[in-house]
């Protein structure tokens, strides 16, 4: 993959973990662009990279840079993806895709127009080593038919009043807050673990701080520190919501997210009941797959790369994690630009994938405004 290089736009915490990765599947990252020059020289010399870029445009006009990561708050997604794509390079975008559907299907649209480059929106989790496994086991018939889904995906660095983050206002982030954020995320993860859409939701959403308090500094997302002068802004987007879910097909699911849950870090759980077995994953554990029967005894897969179908790179007892599902992740994407096959199947979450759940996000927050099943 050395041919290929990459630039990254925003130095938070996505920048740093994007940057990481790019590095462990040896794309060359030739720099990183912030909010400010000031912020992409300081990143680019705290990440050791040769370009501190001045501006977004200098990205683009970048004629080393193949492709861009776009790591910024979600306000910025569409346009910049939509100017990546134009400037005739590679895009991965973190996720949600954009604000609204109609942004993400305009993407989905500017990127059928480019079929020579790839267009993915990082949706990570689903390439954990043992989420690989239990899709494999579903296609391959070993887990029945699905009769339900149930999960949640849970955080607690949003508990307090005087938590905040750009993600809190829906000027920066969107309408939906913990469901966009976090929840799009099992959403995508359970819709490509069983090759199940989900066909109709009715949710339940709950904003527990209707006014936070914002620090007058920047803060960096899972940041801890208390700042010494706050001012009250008014909050629209959920810190919790459940949400009931039908799939393709008849199975019935339940999912819940929250930012306001003690002691759960950043806590991703399914479990999934099939006619023969049932499996569960939870994401602090990640190196563990629990596969339920009912007529004998319970079993707890290792992960392991010589009892999975798929490889995975660290052999058993060498625990993979977070920054590994990123780096599988980017590692499909450029395999995928690799081969130069843009009509293949691609092997990455496409715009498509990230305009299906912002639709879903949607059908979502009509449900819980109207008190109603949506289909989707
Ligand atoms: C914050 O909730 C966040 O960083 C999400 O934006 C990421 O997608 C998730 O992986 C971890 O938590």
Redesign the pocket.
């Known amino acids: 993959m050395s041919e290929i290089s990459a630039a990254m736009i925003g130095t938070g ?2 920048g740093w973990v994007h940057v990481e990765a790019l590095r462990r599947i040896g794309v060359r990252v030739v720099g990183i662009c912030g909010s400010t020059p000031a912020k992409s020289d300081a990143a680019a010399k705290q990440l050791g990279l040769g370009r501190g870029y001045q501006s977004f445009d200098d990205v683009l006009n970048d004629d080393e840079v193949h492709s861009i990561h776009i790591g910024t708050p979600n306000r910025s997604h569409f346009e910049m993806a939509k100017r990546v794509l134009e400037a005739g390079k590679h895009v991965l975008c ?2 949600p895709l954009a604000m609204t559907s109609d942004e993400s299907s305009q993407l989905v649209r500017i990127s059928a127009e480019h079929p020579d480059l790839a267009a993915g929106v990082n949706y ?2 689903r390439f954990n080593a043992l989420c690989q496994e239990a899709r494999q086991r579903i296609q391959d018939g070993d887990v029945g038919n699905i009769f339900h889904i149930n999960g949640s995906y849970v ?1 607690d ?1 949003l508990i307090k009043p005087t938590d905040y983050n750009w ?1 809190v206002l829906a000027s920066e982030g969107g309408d939906l807050r913990a469901v966009s ?2 929840g799009t ?1 099992w959403l995508d993860l359970i819709q490509r673990t069983t090759g199940l859409e989900v066909e109709a939701v009715f949710a339940d959403l709950y904003t527990v701080y209707p006014t936070r308090q914002r620090p007058m500094g920047e803060v960096a ?2 940041s801890n520190e208390a700042a010494a002068e706050t001012e009250a802004v008014e909050i629209t987007t959920e810190d919790y919501g459940a949400i009931l879910l039908r799939f393709q097909g008849g199975a019935r699911g339940t999912v819940h997210v929250s ?1 306001v849950t003690a002691g759960r870090k ?1 806590c991703l759980r399914f479990e999934i009941a099939g006619s023969k077995k049932s499996l569960y994953w939870n994401s602090e554990s990640p190196n563990e797959l629990w596969i339920g029967h009912r007529d004998e005894a319970n079993e707890l897969l290792m992960r392991d790369p010589a009892l999975l179908v798929n490889a995975a790179d660290y052999p058993g007892g060498h625990n993979e994690g ?1 920054a590994d599902s990123f780096k599988y992740c980017f590692r499909a994407f450029y395999e995928y630009i690799a081969r130069g096959d843009f009509s293949a199947e691609p092997t990455f979450p496409t715009f498509a994938d990230g305009h299906r759940e912002i639709v879903l996000c949607e059908a979502i927050l009509q449900s819980h405004q109207t008190g109603s099943w949506v289909e989707v």
Request: net charge neutral; hydrophobic share 35%; aromatic share 24%.
């Open positions: 915490f996505m973190e996720k990570n989790i955080q660095w993600r954020d976090i995320h997302t899972f930012q950043n977070y």
